[in-house]
């Protein structure tokens, strides 16, 4: 069980970075972290993995004060997808024509949602960003949707100023990307532990009002 659960956790974020550098690629528009990601990256010169990497690791310190606990899961989720990402965008040059950017938009965004589920659906820890919402939930009361948007929101905001790519398929993702996780989660569930099923039902939630 441990061995597939292990197995599970490591193609699903394998192939959510193959998804978001597609999404990259396509260059019709981000979801809000990798408009931010994107932002800080052209800001830098950074490569866009490096900074996905760096912004799990600061996110990662901000769970300290809210006693939240990482799992294998997390710091996979921090490392795995930033590598994939820089690979996959060294290997794929950028394209030109306008369906081809189509088909790699859609394309990432279904291996995002089939992604999603399945290294959440592990149950080997949530990934920084979900372990920030919930733990900012459980600190301060507030609703499980209230914060993700607040989050999401704020990451949005701040890559746009910075001049990430916003577009079609920022909308596309944000309206798509729960609905997609929400039907993919209960596929790739592994019964977890009572506790961490409780996590992966909260996870589950918030993706329904992304």
Not at 120 to 135: C, E, K, N, Q, S
Not at 165 to 170: A, F, H, S
Request: proline fraction near 6%; charged fraction near 10%.
């Amino acid at each position: 069980m441990v061995a597939r659960r292990i197995f599970q956790l490591f193609w699903g974020l394998t192939l959510y970075g193959i998804g978001l550098a597609l999404m990259v690629r396509a260059d019709l528009g981000l979801m809000p972290w990798d408009v931010f990601h994107q932002g800080v990256s052209d800001r830098t010169g950074l490569s866009f993995g490096t900074i996905v990497i760096a912004t799990g690791i600061v996110i990662l310190l901000a769970w300290i004060p809210m006693r939240q606990k990482p799992g294998i899961g997390t710091l996979a989720n921090i490392f795995i997808i930033g590598l994939v990402i820089d690979l996959v965008l060294w290997l794929l040059p950028p394209v030109a024509g306008l369906p081809v950017r189509w088909a790699m938009m859609i394309g990432g965004l279904l291996m995002s949602g089939i992604a999603g589920g399945a290294y959440i659906g592990a149950g080997l820890g949530p990934g920084p960003r979900d372990g920030m919402m919930t733990g900012i939930a459980d600190r301060t009361g507030w609703s499980i949707r209230l914060v993700r948007t607040g989050i999401e929101v704020a990451a949005f905001g701040t890559g746009w100023l910075l001049g990430g790519t916003v577009g079609l398929g920022t909308i596309l993702y944000a309206v798509l990307i729960g609905p997609m996780i929400h039907r993919t989660l209960p596929l790739f569930t592994i019964p977890p532990a009572k506790k961490d099923a409780v996590e992966v039902a909260e996870i589950a939630e918030s993706c329904e009002g992304i």
